[in-house]
C-alpha cells in the first residue's frame, strides 16, 4: 500500500480526467479517499453507503466475527481501530475531520450493516460517506480468500462524480 501522501497525489492527478469539469467527486483508493465538492461537507456526518462488498456465505459460526467488531466500537481506538482472533482479522477507520463521538457513531453504523448486510460472509467491505468498517477471515479456501495482503493490497478504486 502507497503512503498516504503519494495516494492523495496520484488520487488529485486523476480527479480532474474521470470527472471532468464536475463540481463534486469522490476518488477512493485503497489508502487514501478524496473528496471535493462546491457544498461544505467538512465536519458533516456521511452514513451513506459508498461502496460494500460482501464475500462468498460460507455458514461459519459468526460470534467470533461478531466479537472482533464489537472490539471496533467504543474502545477509544481513535479514528484508526484494528483488531483480530485467529484468521479473523478487523478494521475500521474514521475521516479525521469528525468529532470522536461522530466517529464512533459511523464505525457503529458500518459495522451493524455489516453484519446485516454480509451475514456469514467470508469478507465484508462496508464503506460509508466518512468512515468504513472490514473484515476478513483469511479464507483458507483458494481463489475464494479475501486477505487484506491480497485484495487490499491492490488498487481499488471507488470513482463518484
Do not use: W
Not at 489508502?31 to 451513506?48: H, M, P, Q, S
Not at 466518512?130 to 481499488?156: E, F, I, L, M, N
Amino acid at each position: 500500500m502507497p503512503d498516504c501522501s503519494s495516494c492523495v497525489a496520484h488520487a488529485v492527478s486523476h480527479a480532474g480526467d474521470i470527472c471532468p469539469g464536475a463540481c463534486g467527486g469522490v476518488v477512493q483508493l485503497e489508502g487514501c479517499y478524496v473528496k471535493y465538492d462546491n457544498l461544505k461537507f467538512l465536519g458533516a456526518e456521511d452514513k451513506t453507503i459508498v461502496l460494500k462488498k460482501c464475500g462468498p456465505y460460507v455458514g461459519y459460526d459468526t460470534g467470533t466475527r461478531d466479537a472482533v467488531l464489537s472490539g471496533l466500537m467504543g474502545s477509544g481506538g481513535g479514528y484508526f481501530r484494528v483488531g483480530g482472533s485467529g484468521q479473523l482479522k478487523g478494521m475500521a477507520q474514521c475521516i479525521g475531520d469528525l468529532s470522536f463521538v461522530e466517529c464512533e457513531d459511523c464505525v457503529s453504523e458500518a459495522i451493524r450493516r455489516l453484519r446485516s448486510d454480509c451475514p456469514a460472509a467470508d469478507y465484508g467491505d462496508m464503506f460509508l460517506g466518512k468512515c468504513y468498517a472490514r473484515y476478513s477471515t483469511g479464507g483458507g479456501g483458494g481463489g475464494a480468500a479475501h486477505s487484506y495482503s491480497k485484495a487490499h493490497g491492490k488498487a481499488q478504486a471507488q470513482l463518484l462524480c
